[in-house]
């Protein structure tokens, strides 16, 4: 008797993260074309909250399973200049099935400089390469 995939992982709901990020040039309005902002990007933001929530659930994911980003609602509601340190944290409100819904807060010392809300869902690491793959190739053949 064969025996199917393995069910998805269950991350416990209240399961959180904080990411202190020093904010450098790399990571400022500047650099991604808005000169002499010298202030944490919103893109850049929002790619720390992505880290903060896969470093988060992570460690319930097992073998052969990923977590794939596929909505963020934030809003940047204060600047964070280059050279200081900010901290994103997040926390899981809501697991159903594999959708993770998580709350986001970000501050940095001085205030709440963002706000929002992250959604990932469970993904098989094998099936998701498969399609990447098949996806590559119908674009090579363009």
Do not use: W
Request: no cysteine; net charge neutral.
């Amino acid at each position: 008797m064969a025996l199917g995939p393995p069910p998805f992982p269950v991350i416990p709901v209240g399961v959180s993260h904080t990411l202190s990020v020093t904010v450098d040039r790399a990571l400022s309005a500047d650099a991604l074309g808005n000169p002499g902002v010298r202030a944490y990007a919103t893109p850049m933001l929002v790619l720390g909250v992505e880290q903060a929530a896969v470093t988060s659930i992570t460690p319930f994911l097992g073998d052969g399973f990923i977590s794939l980003g596929t909505h963020i609602d934030l809003r940047h509601l204060a600047p964070t200049p280059v050279g200081s340190e900010a901290r994103i944290t997040v926390r899981l409100e809501a697991a159903e099935g594999r959708r993770l819904m998580f709350s986001v807060v970000a501050e940095d010392g001085i205030e709440r400089i963002a706000v929002g809300g992250h959604e990932r869902y469970l993904a098989r690491t094998a099936d998701f390469l498969d399609r990447l793959e098949r996806k590559a190739a119908r674009l090579a053949r363009l």
